[in-house]
């Protein structure tokens, strides 16, 4: 009978083959070949994983050597399979439309408990070491892991959330295209809030919103490098670039708009339109700046008390920062007084327009 069962197989004809190893199953129950030819069926009929988890218990529990060898190239050939369906698949994504254009694809936070799981499957997806593969999935905040051409970041992304890993990409074109609006100062915060910003053309725009179209904010801290004179461990006088302040940063999202309007300390006009910290306070030192700018935080506080705030910017640009060719590509949309060039304000700009555009499906920011 279990010729008749690898003819069958061989001719593709999986429902005579699947009725007579149910046959040979009741009159040898026993017989050392029915789960390898079980797994067999599993292959020819297109049931891979079936076919996979049949072949590893055959070489988990058989004995015989043939049957093991059988198995084990059993096993090679669903690992070919996968691999030319995956190019195709592959080749499928890199051939649509806008499949060219640079994008990002961002791993989304995992709960801890998921994590081990989920990097067996995640290091299947990505040809990694399983340890590898758990280091780089984020229990935290995201994590910016790949960026390219959007054919192949879409591939890898369809990918990894069939394996139930929370995750997204989208095109550069789409955080570029997103309208950047630089406050200067509220000219009206009440009903129907009035500020007066600052287009991308330096034009001076006012913008008119209600409370309840703002999403969630942004909010984060930039550093502001100085170079600088020290002494090396021999005492010895050297230069070196340091950190020697923070400019305080605060996005409102209005996705109903595709627009952000971007506050922040050192470009805020405090004493301007209305007024929402005491005019008693000094107007001198950096201090009254932190004042001003909490008391500021404080009333958005109030006015927007139940949408979520995103303040884990430093941990995604810890990440983001080692992708510089693509953070160029990024107009960064903040006017900062800098010596030299640096890619933290690019940084903020992907994260927070990354905020913005998936807002509609992201549940968990950070507080």
């Not at 609006?181 to 330096?202: E, H, L, M, W």
């Not at 996005?251 to 971007?262: A, S």
């Not at 995103?310 to 510089?324: H, I, L, N, T, V």
Request: aromatic share 8%.
């Amino acid at each position: 009978m279990l010729e008749r069962v690898v003819e069958a197989i061989e001719r593709r004809d999986c429902e005579r083959a699947d009725r007579l190893l149910q046959d040979l199953k009741q009159q040898e129950p026993d017989h050392p070949w029915i789960a390898f030819y079980s797994a067999r069926l599993a292959e020819a009929s297109g049931n891979l994983a079936v076919a996979e988890q049949g072949y590893r218990e055959v070489l988990c529990n058989a004995t015989n050597p043939k049957i093991i060898s059988q198995a084990r190239q059993g096993i090679e050939r669903l690992v070919q399979i996968e691999r030319q369906q995956r190019q195709q698949e592959r080749d499928r994504a890199m051939a649509e439309p806008g499949s060219q254009e640079p994008g990002v694809l961002v791993l989304e936070a995992i709960d801890p408990e998921l994590r081990q799981s989920a990097a067996k499957k995640f290091a299947k997806i990505m040809n990694l070491d399983p340890y590898i593969a758990r280091l780089q999935l984020p229990t935290r905040s995201w994590r910016l892991y790949r960026t390219g051409s959007m054919g192949e970041l879409r591939f890898y992304s369809t990918a990894i959330a069939a394996a139930e890993i929370p995750c997204f990409c989208l095109p550069i074109s789409r955080i570029n295209a997103i309208a950047v609006y630089k406050a200067r100062y509220f000219q009206s915060v009440y009903t129907t809030p009035t500020v007066i910003c600052q287009d991308k053309n330096g034009r001076s725009v006012a913008i008119d919103f209600d409370w309840s179209q703002v999403s969630q904010r942004v909010e984060a801290l930039l550093p502001l490098f100085e170079k600088c004179v020290d002494r090396d461990v021999r005492g010895r006088l050297i230069r070196k670039t340091q950190i020697q302040d923070y400019v305080k940063v605060c996005d409102l999202h209005l996705p109903g708009k595709n627009t952000i309007v971007r506050l922040w300390d050192r470009g805020y006009q405090f004493h301007e339109g209305i007024i929402v910290f005491d005019r008693q306070q000094s107007v001198d030192g950096q201090t009254t700046l932190i004042q001003k700018w909490d008391r500021l935080m404080q009333f958005l506080q109030q006015q927007l008390a139940t949408i979520p705030v995103w303040s884990d910017f430093k941990a995604f640009a810890d990440m983001a920062r080692d992708f510089s060719d693509t953070l160029k590509l990024i107009d960064p949309q903040i006017d900062l007084f800098r010596r030299e060039e640096t890619d933290w304000d690019n940084t903020f700009q992907l994260y927070s327009g990354l905020v913005l555009l998936s807002s509609s499906r992201t549940p968990k920011p950070i507080r």
